[in-house]
């Protein structure tokens, strides 16, 4: 396959373009974060025989696994690129390990204020071109059948995972930097936000239709915390990924952010300038629509714990959680990614029954 080829199939569901960009949709749209992974038997024999970074770093076995869901679940209404926040920190120069059980290992991770001055800003994102060569092979086998999602870590979560070590309960090192250095900390922030933009721009040159920008972490902050080290970052983000596709006279594409934990914050998410708003499962479909209005699209959020209910009750819960969104201006989702021991069967009365509620 020509990873330069931008000639792509015409795409024939549109369904997650038009529900994110406000226009009428025939049934809701419908997709899984982590919908490529861990839960599927055919992911698990690609990983039997590669390691994990090994699947993200080469095109044909990404866009493989990224394909694996759309087999075997007929109503999903989007794919998403297979890869992980984490390759950011790898372009960087930090060495990340995924180990079997554990998730995620950096062997060193930060330690003080004066480390950030040895990262490698400079060609990171001509490190990652192997996520632009997965989105375009991955734009071709999928032969238009829906969209393409590309997406990134944010910059707090990145920053996070890069002081921790790994994934944290406490994120104590995190949160001692932000009482300790927070010069520092939004000196990497920055750093990391200028990385991003190029990252997400270059997605989608390769052919990423909408992209999603994980916050991870937000459930370790608090909304003055949220406000001061995670919000002005999104910011800049959406605007610089839009005046970049601007300037390279790319068309624009609609943006996600899911702030996982940051229900404390939807007003000020709603004026970030992103087309949907993902939410996690705490919080009410009904009084987040109250404080974001109508003009914002809204994505979520089944507990991913209710996909280990009997399928009569997925199918309830499923049909209520639609019902309380509306078909207008709602991509439904889980509140979080798929947990690793879901049922097969749960995904196809999960994605059967948002076609079938309203």
């Not at 300790?180 to 052919?207: A, F, W």
């Amino acid at each position: 396959m020509e990873y330069s080829n931008k000639n792509f199939p015409e795409l024939k569901n549109d369904r997650l373009l038009r529900a994110a960009l406000g226009k009428s949709v025939d049934k809701v749209p419908v997709w899984v974060m982590r919908q490529a992974g861990r839960y599927l038997p055919e992911f698990q024999e690609v990983r039997a025989k590669h390691d994990f970074f090994t699947v993200c770093r080469t095109p044909e076995l990404a866009c493989e696994v990224t394909l694996q869901p759309l087999r075997r679940y007929e109503h999903l209404d989007a794919s998403i690129i297979f890869s992980d926040i984490l390759v950011i920190p790898q372009a960087l120069g930090m060495t990340v390990e995924m180990h079997p059980g554990v998730g995620p290992v950096f062997p060193k991770p930060l330690q003080t204020p004066s480390e950030i001055d040895g990262l490698q800003p400079e060609g990171a994102v001509s490190r990652l071109d192997y996520v632009g060569k997965a989105i375009t092979l991955t734009r071709h086998k999928i032969d238009g059948k829906v969209p393409l999602i590309g997406f990134t870590g944010a910059p707090f979560t990145l920053f996070g995972y890069m002081l921790e070590g790994g994934g944290s309960k406490t994120m104590s090192k995190t949160k001692e930097w932000l009482e300790k250095y927070p010069k520092d900390v939004h000196r990497l922030l920055c750093l990391l936000t200028n990385v991003i933009i190029d990252y997400v721009v270059m997605q989608v040159e390769s052919g990423a239709q909408l992209l999603q920008v994980f916050e991870s972490s937000a459930d370790h902050l608090s909304r003055e915390q949220f406000t001061e080290f995670s919000i002005p970052y999104l910011k800049d983000i959406r605007s610089g990924v839009r005046a970049k596709l601007t300037e390279k006279s790319l068309e624009q594409v609609p943006m996600t952010i899911f702030a996982k934990g940051a229900g404390h914050s939807l007003d000020i998410q709603a004026q970030l300038g992103y087309e949907t708003i993902g939410l996690d499962w705490t919080v009410d479909p009904t009084e987040a629509r109250k404080i974001v209005g109508e003009n914002i699209t809204l994505q979520g959020n089944l507990d991913p714990q209710d996909l280990y209910k009997t399928p009569e009750e997925i199918k309830t819960l499923t049909t209520e959680m639609v019902k309380k969104f509306g078909k207008h201006r709602y991509i439904a989702n889980l509140g979080h990614g798929i947990t690793p021991q879901t049922p097969l069967e749960s995904m196809t009365v999960f994605t059967e029954t948002v076609h079938e509620a309203i």
